[in-house]
Protein backbone atom coordinates (compact mmCIF):
# COMPACT_ATOMS: atom_id res chain seq x y z
CA UNK A 1 0.00 0.00 0.00
CA UNK A 2 1.28 3.41 -0.82
CA UNK A 3 2.05 6.34 1.71
CA UNK A 4 -0.85 9.08 1.13
CA UNK A 5 1.92 11.44 2.38
CA UNK A 6 4.79 10.23 0.21
CA UNK A 7 1.89 10.65 -2.47
CA UNK A 8 1.35 14.08 -1.58
CA UNK A 9 4.60 15.16 -1.74
CA UNK A 10 5.25 14.10 -5.36
CA UNK A 11 1.53 15.96 -6.16
CA UNK A 12 2.94 19.70 -4.72
CA UNK A 13 6.38 18.77 -6.38
CA UNK A 14 4.04 17.78 -9.59
CA UNK A 15 1.73 20.58 -9.32
CA UNK A 16 4.34 23.01 -8.89
CA UNK A 17 6.77 22.37 -11.77
CA UNK A 18 2.86 23.16 -14.15
CA UNK A 19 2.53 26.12 -12.42
CA UNK A 20 6.45 27.31 -13.13
CA UNK A 21 6.16 26.15 -16.59
CA UNK A 22 2.48 27.73 -17.22
CA UNK A 23 4.63 31.34 -15.86
CA UNK A 24 7.69 30.59 -18.21
CA UNK A 25 5.47 30.14 -21.16
CA UNK A 26 4.14 33.36 -20.38
CA UNK A 27 7.25 35.19 -19.57
CA UNK A 28 8.39 33.92 -22.81
CA UNK A 29 6.60 35.49 -24.86
CA UNK A 30 6.75 38.86 -23.43
CA UNK A 31 9.40 41.52 -24.63
CA UNK A 32 11.39 43.58 -22.80
CA UNK A 33 9.07 46.54 -22.29
CA UNK A 34 6.17 43.95 -21.94
CA UNK A 35 8.50 42.41 -18.99
CA UNK A 36 8.47 45.50 -16.80
CA UNK A 37 4.93 47.07 -17.90
CA UNK A 38 2.44 47.86 -15.04
CA UNK A 39 -1.56 48.51 -16.72
CA UNK A 40 -2.06 50.80 -13.92
CA UNK A 41 -0.26 52.70 -10.99
CA UNK A 42 -1.64 50.36 -8.66
CA UNK A 43 -1.13 47.25 -10.46
CA UNK A 44 2.00 44.89 -10.80
CA UNK A 45 3.92 43.81 -13.37
CA UNK A 46 5.36 40.42 -14.16
CA UNK A 47 8.96 41.29 -13.05
CA UNK A 48 7.77 42.69 -9.95
CA UNK A 49 5.48 39.61 -9.53
CA UNK A 50 8.51 37.45 -10.37
CA UNK A 51 10.86 39.50 -8.04
CA UNK A 52 8.31 38.89 -5.23
CA UNK A 53 8.16 35.59 -5.82
CA UNK A 54 11.05 35.35 -5.62
CA UNK A 55 11.62 36.71 -2.42
CA UNK A 56 8.87 34.55 -1.25
CA UNK A 57 10.64 31.32 -2.03
CA UNK A 58 13.72 32.21 -0.98
CA UNK A 59 12.07 33.15 2.54
CA UNK A 60 9.79 30.53 3.16
CA UNK A 61 11.84 27.17 1.92
CA UNK A 62 15.35 28.33 3.45
CA UNK A 63 15.88 26.39 6.46
CA UNK A 64 12.39 25.38 5.20
CA UNK A 65 11.86 22.89 9.02
CA UNK A 66 13.88 24.76 11.39
CA UNK A 67 13.35 28.54 10.84
CA UNK A 68 10.52 30.59 10.62
CA UNK A 69 9.49 31.22 6.96
CA UNK A 70 9.27 35.13 7.04
CA UNK A 71 13.80 35.62 7.42
CA UNK A 72 14.98 38.16 9.68
CA UNK A 73 16.51 39.82 6.27
CA UNK A 74 13.35 39.35 3.80
CA UNK A 75 11.84 42.76 2.84
CA UNK A 76 8.93 42.28 1.50
CA UNK A 77 7.94 45.90 0.67
CA UNK A 78 11.07 46.70 -1.29
CA UNK A 79 9.94 42.86 -3.73
CA UNK A 80 7.14 45.26 -5.04
CA UNK A 81 9.48 48.27 -6.18
CA UNK A 82 11.22 47.99 -9.17
CA UNK A 83 14.81 50.31 -9.06
CA UNK A 84 16.13 52.43 -12.28
CA UNK A 85 18.85 49.90 -13.84
CA UNK A 86 16.81 46.41 -13.21
CA UNK A 87 17.68 43.69 -15.52
CA UNK A 88 15.15 41.18 -16.62
CA UNK A 89 18.38 38.37 -16.96
CA UNK A 90 18.88 39.44 -12.90
CA UNK A 91 15.18 38.79 -12.10
CA UNK A 92 14.91 35.78 -14.28
CA UNK A 93 18.23 33.99 -12.65
CA UNK A 94 16.59 34.71 -8.91
CA UNK A 95 13.42 33.41 -10.15
CA UNK A 96 15.43 30.27 -11.62
CA UNK A 97 17.53 29.77 -8.43
CA UNK A 98 14.46 30.19 -6.05
CA UNK A 99 12.43 27.60 -7.94
CA UNK A 100 15.28 24.80 -7.83
CA UNK A 101 14.98 25.76 -3.68
CA UNK A 102 11.66 25.58 -3.50
CA UNK A 103 11.78 21.84 -5.29
CA UNK A 104 15.21 20.87 -3.90
CA UNK A 105 13.44 21.10 -0.57
CA UNK A 106 10.36 19.26 -1.12
CA UNK A 107 12.74 16.38 -2.45
CA UNK A 108 14.61 16.03 0.41
CA UNK A 109 11.25 15.85 2.72
CA UNK A 110 10.41 12.26 3.71
CA UNK A 111 6.46 11.28 4.17
CA UNK A 112 6.72 12.22 8.21
CA UNK A 113 7.96 15.63 8.18
CA UNK A 114 4.19 16.20 6.96
CA UNK A 115 3.34 15.97 10.31
CA UNK A 116 6.04 18.20 11.64
CA UNK A 117 5.40 22.05 12.86
CA UNK A 118 6.98 24.99 11.30
CA UNK A 119 5.98 29.31 12.12
CA UNK A 120 5.68 31.49 9.16
CA UNK A 121 5.66 34.99 10.57
CA UNK A 122 5.76 33.45 14.18
CA UNK A 123 2.47 31.34 13.60
CA UNK A 124 3.21 27.55 13.47
CA UNK A 125 1.81 25.54 10.58
CA UNK A 126 1.83 21.72 10.17
CA UNK A 127 4.59 21.18 7.11
CA UNK A 128 1.56 20.16 5.08
CA UNK A 129 -0.22 23.10 5.76
CA UNK A 130 2.69 25.57 5.50
CA UNK A 131 3.50 23.49 1.83
CA UNK A 132 -0.72 24.10 1.09
CA UNK A 133 -0.26 28.04 1.79
CA UNK A 134 2.63 28.36 -0.61
CA UNK A 135 1.13 26.40 -3.62
CA UNK A 136 -1.92 28.81 -3.44
CA UNK A 137 0.23 31.53 -3.14
CA UNK A 138 1.89 30.15 -6.30
CA UNK A 139 -0.94 29.58 -8.67
CA UNK A 140 -2.34 33.06 -7.57
CA UNK A 141 0.51 34.83 -9.18
CA UNK A 142 1.44 32.48 -11.92
CA UNK A 143 -2.09 33.02 -12.59
CA UNK A 144 -1.44 36.76 -12.57
CA UNK A 145 1.59 36.57 -14.58
CA UNK A 146 -0.55 34.54 -17.42
CA UNK A 147 -3.45 36.92 -17.55
CA UNK A 148 -0.93 40.06 -17.93
CA UNK A 149 1.33 38.32 -20.32
CA UNK A 150 -2.13 37.23 -22.48
CA UNK A 151 -3.46 41.13 -22.32
CA UNK A 152 0.06 42.65 -23.28
CA UNK A 153 0.36 39.85 -26.65
CA UNK A 154 -3.08 39.85 -27.52
CA UNK A 155 -3.58 38.48 -30.51
CA UNK A 156 -0.42 37.08 -30.73
CA UNK A 157 -0.46 35.43 -27.87
CA UNK A 158 0.47 31.63 -27.85
CA UNK A 159 -1.63 29.58 -25.56
CA UNK A 160 -0.62 27.53 -22.82
CA UNK A 161 -3.45 25.20 -22.03
CA UNK A 162 -6.45 24.95 -24.22
CA UNK A 163 -7.11 26.77 -27.37
CA UNK A 164 -10.58 28.67 -26.68
CA UNK A 165 -13.21 27.24 -28.58
CA UNK A 166 -11.29 24.06 -29.65
CA UNK A 167 -12.00 21.65 -26.29
CA UNK A 168 -14.03 19.19 -28.58
CA UNK A 169 -10.66 18.81 -31.15
CA UNK A 170 -8.41 18.67 -27.86
CA UNK A 171 -10.62 16.01 -26.27
CA UNK A 172 -10.87 14.11 -29.30
CA UNK A 173 -6.83 14.04 -29.93
CA UNK A 174 -6.48 13.18 -25.87
CA UNK A 175 -8.78 9.83 -26.81
CA UNK A 176 -7.12 9.41 -29.95
CA UNK A 177 -3.45 9.48 -28.14
CA UNK A 178 -5.14 7.20 -25.59
CA UNK A 179 -6.08 4.68 -28.46
CA UNK A 180 -2.55 4.31 -29.86
CA UNK A 181 -1.41 3.52 -26.21
CA UNK A 182 -3.53 0.31 -26.12
Given at each position: ??????LYIDEVFRSLRGHKRLADGAIAQLSNEQFFATPDPESNSVAIIIKHLAGNMR??????LTTDGEKPDRNRDREFVMHNGAEREE???SWEQNW??????????????LERTVT???EPHSV??????????????VGQIVFLAKHLQGVEWKTLSVPKGQSEQYNAELQKQKSNLR
Open positions: MSDFRASRFTNFLLTQLVFETLNSLHPDDVRGLQAINRQVAHYAYH
